[in-house]
């Protein structure tokens, strides 16, 4: 494992400084193509920006192409390049891939074909169709893309709604949002973690149902043995390797399967700064087949948001935010973030969960105050 961290590895997704710091900190030497080419990725990593389609999207293809410019050993990916088989195949080529392969993604991927295998396991999950429910019919749905990442484009559906052929519907299950992230070596998962998930939360700047961050909870052994389970038979089922995650709604702590993301997930550093785990490393053993014990759990609670622009803002002098250890994922100055963009990431730890949610939300507010009080403003 040591040899592997030594090598050349190119790193691709939305946003990759997570990965990226894991894998530097590991002894990697990190070449990343991402979206937004922060300045602390930029202190790690060769930053690429990643080319965009005409909407203004990163386009997976485009990127696989741009990789192949790129003198690397290994390669590895994170959200939403699991939406992108036939990119992640480009990408590996000639290359030692760390992380589930296209053939893998395509099935995990599917949303159907995700809840029939969920249904045969017995697992609890929400009934997923690709056609309108029958006028009788009282569930509450919401509209997904197939592809989706982030909570982004999810919607209530309502009666008379056009369902596109790139959505389906998914019952609306009432509970609390969380996941379990883990490692796997095909057959076996070994359990990193149980988190709380903050989803279009206006303290941060957030609305509908997007992602903005993530909460240990190190207080929940019941829902924690459950997700674990999950985890497992999810595995075996997939044949998933790596460091992954699986989102869930919990109901009296039983997790309710939502989606599966085969890759390493917003929530991993958590565990990074929580534990000393390396993720990279651990990403690396699953991939190998060289699973370890996982870490004790961690005894407090470690927190993430992600900061989203309330209004357009040009930012003023973002440099000092480096020598900060709470923040990441910092721009440029004088970048220019419109509204309902991610500004930045910062962190926040407690005794539970409640008190490092509280933590993130007096942080945030701090970190608004000067963003849209003292930095060069616009009107949205």
């Given at each position: 494992m040591s040899a592997i961290a030594r090598q050349r590895v190119l790193l691709a997704g939305v946003s990759v400084r997570a990965l990226a710091e894991s894998a530097a900190r590991a002894g990697c030497d990190v070449s990343a193509i991402d979206a937004y080419g922060d300045l602390d990725l930029r202190r790690i990593a060769h930053t690429v920006a990643a080319p965009r389609g005409d909407d203004g999207r990163i386009d997976a293809l485009a990127v696989a192409r741009t990789s192949r410019q790129i003198?690397?050993?290994l390669v590895a990916y994170v959200s939403n390049f699991e939406n992108a088989p036939d990119a992640v195949r480009a990408m590996a080529r000639g290359r030692t891939l760390v992380g589930n392969p296209p053939a893998i993604l395509r099935r995990v991927r599917d949303p159907l074909a995700l809840a029939r295998a969920l249904s045969r396991l017995g697992l609890p999950t929400p009934i997923v169709r690709a056609s309108a429910p029958l006028p009788a019919d009282t569930t509450r749905w919401l509209l997904k893309p197939r592809s989706s990442g982030g909570g982004h484009g999810i919607v209530q559906w309502t009666r008379g709604m056009r369902i596109p052929r790139t959505s389906v519907?998914?019952?609306r299950v009432r509970g609390a949002p969380g996941s379990i992230v883990f490692v796997a070596d095909g057959e076996h998962a070994l359990p990193l973690a149980l988190t709380r998930q903050?989803?279009?939360?206006?303290e941060f700047g957030a609305d509908g149902f997007a992602y903005c961050g993530s909460i240990l909870e190190p207080n929940h052994p019941v829902l924690l043995a459950h997700a674990s389970e999950l985890a497992r038979r999810v595995t075996r089922e997939f044949a998933l390797r790596g460091v992954c995650g699986i989102d869930f709604i919990a109901r009296d702590s039983i997790p309710y399967a939502i989606e599966v993301n085969p890759r390493p997930t917003a929530s991993m550093e958590l565990v990074e700064r929580a534990t000393g785990c390396s993720i990279w490393l651990a990403h690396v053993a699953g991939c190998t087949r060289t699973l370890a014990m996982p870490p004790a759990p961690a005894r407090h609670s470690e927190g993430k948001a992600v900061l989203y622009a309330r209004r357009s803002v040009v930012l003023g002098?973002?440099?000092r935010w480096l020598t900060d250890p709470d923040v990441r994922d910092i721009p440029a100055p004088g970048e220019r973030v419109a509204r309902g963009s991610p500004i930045c990431t910062i962190f926040a730890r407690g005794r539970t969960s409640a008190l490092c949610y509280a933590a993130l939300v007096?942080?945030?507010r701090v970190r608004f105050a000067e963003i849209?009080?003292?930095m060069h403003r616009r009107s949205a």
């Open positions: 003198e690397a050993d519907v998914q019952q903050l989803a279009g939360d206006t002098d973002t440099t007096r942080r945030a849209e009080g003292r």
